[in-house]
């Protein structure tokens, strides 16, 4: 680097570190007790209360065999964290509460998320909301059975918490007949740096329960170079069944990234180390600091604090300063930071900053310098690193439209916003398909609170027939939230007015005409539409046709007339009906208005003599029974007529006999 410059860079730093001298410790790391093979127990008088955060474990494969590699992977997403960002993970046997490592059960660490063999291991640099991942690569227990695995989360937040995953069970199987696990291959013992020029020795421990490790390889990219180079791995020490293996490559003449992975194969199975990606050894030029990729989250949410932590060596002079360069969304220019030594030496230690990611979404740039007085180092050597800025969750919002709406009428849309922290500022935003921008109305909230409450706005009159689609959009005091965008119907009115028949004098057998208006009130054309002039002066439920029309087209806002003929053929009151749209094929919103009757009264045609009316159904049943009656009466009557009569001449009968008798005796005296 130019020797001005290098000034510069140098005087900035010192001026850093001047300001920083103000307020030690502020940037400072002092959280975490470090990995190794602890006992869950030991934090419990601490970390003693449930978290919010959530943890689960995973694995590949839920079967497999004895020797079996296998990777199990346990994901954090916090809640509430300190300025740290600091989260302890612990994998243990058996189900929640068990307070035993996996290895009682069998199981051997083979690496744990930071490359060590123990059942507990911290992470730095964790953003709250963001999930981050421990994933331990473990060898199966050569008992066969179901085992069960589950995680303990330790971390600060709102006082030391804690939260527990739900147990994964991996069952072990004995091999089959096709050959047994493939090799175990044991993370290799790495440097963080090595100089330019010089050879780094990989050595690294491999298992094979049967066949035996056949072949090993390690793949290695030098920095600079497009593509990998295969290098054996011999054995060492120990047998194929359990042996290391081991091999010398060489680090290349430029500074960088050293990247490698290992291979081993039984004859049948192959296995990789690690299952992807590869393995980094720093390649530092002599007296130039060397400056690892920062660990970074993949995003973190607006206003929250991004902890950066990254290792830095300088074998000779040591690590004098080191900044952060940074560009929140938004901003134009880069800002600077100071970063600390907060583990190690400032030949070999862990340098870290925190900062605030900033109101706006987008992406936020860094990069790293780091200056031993008289050489300066940049990470990356050119270019940034980046790291999303995402608002955080908003108000959940989920919007209700109306069923249907008829033209001209005035829509309401109505929210149901549900916010811990209390939702504001809620629009609706709309507008008709043929249009290209929403327009938007405020929402009035009718019920609940802001927590949880119902919420209404009504639009303007709908002016256009179709489809409506809408969304609703509501604030909290950090982001806002939408719902999904749902849409409803305008539809047009039809309407039916002005039934009239063509005189006002009607006789039995004389033909008239019948004429009504149909009416649309939408702003488009309704076609397909089909109305029926009907006479319903029969008996209830029955009626006649008239005439039947099919397939009409009313103009948009217009009017059409329709006409039918009809010839009365008995005389008194009659009812004439037009019915629009009995089919129902045509949609419409307004169903009130698609019928309307008239009563006229039909007369005799002069000359036609005397009428007799043909009386009803119900008519005759009375009749009927009027003349049962009236006949069981008569017939009554004439019985005692009868009776009467037959009394009277047995009377008279008898009286004549008396006469005569009495006349008879007189003549004998």
């Known amino acids: 680097m130019p020797g001005g410059k290098a000034r510069f860079i140098a005087g900035t730093l010192a001026v850093l570190a001047v300001l920083a001298s103000f307020a030690p410790g502020i940037l400072g790391f002092p959280g975490g007790v470090g990995d190794g093979n602890k006992d869950p127990s030991t934090c419990a008088s601490c970390h003693g209360t449930a978290g919010s955060g959530t943890v689960t474990v995973t694995a590949p494969s839920g079967e497999i065999h004895p020797g079996d590699a296998v990777d199990v992977t346990v994901t954090v997403t916090e809640q509430s964290l300190t300025g740290e960002g600091i989260a302890g993970v612990f994998l243990l046997k058996g189900n929640p509460g068990s307070q035993e490592p996996i290895t009682v059960d069998g199981w051997t660490i083979v690496t744990d998320p930071n490359g060590n063999t123990n059942n507990y291991a911290e992470k730095a640099g964790i953003s709250t909301g963001v999930a981050t991942k421990f994933t331990w690569s473990l060898k199966a227990p050569a008992a066969t059975g179901d085992y069960v695995i589950h995680a303990d989360v330790e971390h600060g937040g709102a006082g030391p918490v804690m939260e527990t995953s739900a147990p994964l069970t991996i069952t072990v199987t004995p091999a089959g007949a096709g050959g047994s696990a493939p090799p175990v291959i044991s993370q290799p013992e790495l440097p963080a740096s090595i100089q330019v020029g010089s050879t780094l020795n990989i050595s690294t421990h491999i298992t094979d329960d049967k066949e035996g490790v056949q072949s090993a390889a390690v793949f290695v990219r030098a920095p600079g170079a497009t593509g990998f180079t295969q290098t054996p791995l011999a054995l060492a020490s120990g047998t194929a069944m359990d042996g290391t293996w081991s091999s010398v490559i060489d680090a290349g003449p430029a500074p960088g990234a050293l990247e490698l992975y290992i291979t081993a194969s039984d004859g049948t199975q192959e296995s990789r180390f690690p299952a992807d990606g590869s393995l980094t050894v720093t390649v530092s030029a002599p007296g130039l600091p060397a400056i690892e990729p920062p660990v970074l989250p993949a995003a973190v949410e607006t206003g929250s604090m991004l902890n950066i932590s990254a290792r830095m060596t300088d074998s000779d002079n040591g690590v004098a300063l080191a900044v952060l360069r940074y560009r929140l969304p938004g901003a134009s220019d880069f800002a600077t930071a100071s970063l600390t030594l907060s583990q190690g030496t400032a030949n070999d230690g862990t340098w870290t900053a925190s900062i605030n990611a900033g109101p706006a979404a987008g992406t936020l740039e860094l990069w790293l310098e780091a200056t031993d007085g008289t050489n300066d180092a940049r990470s990356p050597a050119s270019g940034t690193f980046a790291v ?159 005439r039947v029309f099919t397939n009409l087209t009313v103009p948009a806002n217009g009017l059409l007339e329709l006409r039918a003929s009809w010839t009365p053929m008995v005389d008194g009151k009659r009812t004439l009906a037009v019915v629009l749209n009995p089919d129902g094929k045509v949609e419409e919103g307004n169903l009130t208005n698609d019928r309307m009757t008239a009563t006229v009264a039909v007369s005799l045609e002069s000359g036609m003599g005397i009428r007799f009316p043909i009386p009803k159904p119900a008519d005759l049943q009375v009749q009927l029974i009027v003349i049962c009656l009236g006949a069981a009466i008569l017939g009554t009557r004439i019985f005692l007529w009868q009776r009467a009569a037959n009394r009277k001449a047995e009377s008279d009968r008898k009286e004549r006999m008396r006469r005569r008798a009495a006349e008879a005796g007189g003549r004998e005296d």
């Open 388 to 546: 999303a800025v995402t608002s955080p969750p908003g108000p959940a919002v989920e919007a209700f439209p109306p069923d249907s709406v008829t033209y001209g009428t005035v829509p309401e849309v109505r929210a149901r916003i549900t916010d811990i922290s209390g939702a504001s500022g809620v629009r609706v935003h709309y507008r008709h398909g043929s249009e290209t921008a929403d327009r938007t109305a405020d929402m009035a909230r009718v019920s609940g609170d802001e927590r949880d409450g119902q919420w209404s706005a009504l639009l303007p009159a709908a002016n256009a027939t179709g489809n409506w689609s809408f969304f609703v959009s509501a604030r909290n005091a950090r982001s806002e939230g939408r719902s999904a965008e749902v849409s409803f119907k305008v539809l047009p009115d039809l309407y039916v007015s002005g039934l009239k028949v063509s005189t006002k004098q009607l006789l039995v057998k004389k033909k008239v005409v019948l004429s009504a208006v149909i009416g649309n009130r939408g702003d488009r054309a309704v076609t397909g539409l089909s109305v029926n002039f009907l006479d319903q002066s029969y008996s209830v439920g029955d009626f006649r046709h008239l």
